[in-house]
């Protein structure tokens, strides 16, 4: 499991995930926070995984396109990078969400995932000083099994998508993306790191992003103002009465 699969819940964004960006980019509020298209892509490649994963990735996924997607993007200059970044694999990956079908998930994969969902989120609960039922409903509005089931299913798309693109992590390519992933990792060394997560899953993490990379750099992407892209006033985005308990929040943090 890599780092961030978990993240990938999609869907549509509300006024509250425009706030929770705003507040994400402002520095507010971290990543760990953050919820993270129909014919086949062209050249897709649908090789049987069950040499790779244990199971074929193509007998619970029906993979929609990903490749030629058209999606907004706040204008350089106008937000940090990163926010950009962010931004774009959202908008990107809810593309591809809403336009695949994740029929199921193989039982070898909840076996080996379920507890660490479940640790995860235990985790993320308490960072936030909140029970695990109270924290699933304020950020995601969904009953723990409900969670374990979308993060396995978004597990199966990563894999169907990165199977039918081909991108792969190449020699030299850990050396090279590492240093550049550290601070997303909240790591100041390599050997931090790799302590903390393990070779293996760290480069689960940077073939995530080689993936995300290649779905980038294959959208139509229009360049909007910051106002633009989040439909509204930036006042207004800060203004979060209605979307969030202030006293909780401050309490959280």
Same mark, same amino acid.
């Given at each position: 499991?890599?780092?961030?699969?978990?993240?990938l819940l999609?869907?549509?964004?509300?006024?509250?995930?425009?706030a929770?960006?705003?507040?994400?980019?402002?520095?507010?509020?971290?990543?760990?926070?953050?919820?993270?298209?129909?014919c086949?892509?062209?050249g897709?490649?649908?090789?049987?995984?069950?040499?790779?994963?244990g199971y074929?990735?193509?007998?619970?996924?029906?993979?929609?396109?990903?490749?030629?997607?058209?999606?907004?993007?706040?204008a350089?200059g106008?937000?940090?990078? +990163?926010e950009?970044r962010?931004?774009?694999?959202?908008?990107?990956? +809810?593309q591809?969400?809403?336009n695949?079908?994740v029929?199921g998930y193989?039982?070898?994969l909840?076996?080996?995932?379920?507890d660490?969902y479940?640790?995860e989120?235990?985790?993320?609960a308490?960072?936030w000083?909140m029970?695990?039922e109270?924290y699933?409903d304020?950020?995601y509005?969904? +009953?723990?099994?409900?969670?374990?089931?979308? @993060?396995?299913?978004?597990?199966?798309?990563?894999?169907?998508?990165?199977?039918a693109?081909?991108?792969s992590?190449?020699d030299?390519?850990?050396?090279?993306?590492i240093?550049?992933y550290?601070?997303?990792m909240g @790591?100041e +060394?390599?050997?931090?790191?790799?302590?903390?997560?393990?070779r293996e899953e760290?480069?689960?993490?940077l073939l995530?992003?080689?993936?995300?990379?290649?779905?980038?750099?294959?959208a139509a992407?229009?360049?909007v103002?910051?106002?633009e892209y989040?439909?509204?006033?930036?006042?207004?985005?800060?203004d979060?009465?209605g979307?969030?308990?202030t006293?909780e929040l401050?309490?959280s943090?």
């Amino acid at each position: 499991m890599n780092l961030i699969m978990n993240k990938l819940l999609g869907g549509t964004a509300s006024k509250k995930d425009a706030a929770v960006r705003i507040l994400f980019s402002a520095g507010i509020i971290s990543l760990s926070v953050l919820l993270v298209a129909g014919c086949s892509g062209k050249g897709a490649s649908h090789e049987d995984t069950t040499d790779k994963y244990g199971y074929n990735v193509w007998d619970y996924v029906e993979l929609g396109a990903y490749e030629d997607l058209k999606v907004e993007a706040i204008a350089e200059g106008e937000a940090e990078a +990163s926010e950009i970044r962010e931004n774009l694999i959202d908008d990107l990956w +809810s593309q591809i969400q809403e336009n695949s079908t994740v029929t199921g998930y193989p039982q070898e994969l909840y076996d080996d995932m379920a507890d660490y969902y479940a640790t995860e989120l235990e985790s993320e609960a308490a960072a936030w000083e909140m029970e695990v039922e109270e924290y699933l409903d304020f950020f995601y509005e969904y +009953s723990k099994e409900e969670y374990i089931e979308e @993060c396995l299913q978004g597990e199966l798309l990563m894999e169907a998508v990165t199977t039918a693109t081909g991108v792969s992590l190449e020699d030299g390519d850990y050396d090279k993306m590492i240093g550049e992933y550290l601070e997303d990792m909240g @790591c100041e +060394s390599v050997e931090e790191a790799e302590e903390l997560y393990g070779r293996e899953e760290i480069e689960e993490y940077l073939l995530t992003q080689k993936v995300y990379d290649f779905l980038i750099g294959h959208a139509a992407i229009t360049e909007v103002s910051y106002d633009e892209y989040y439909g509204t006033d930036t006042e207004e985005l800060w203004d979060t009465e209605g979307l969030w308990d202030t006293e909780e929040l401050t309490e959280s943090l």
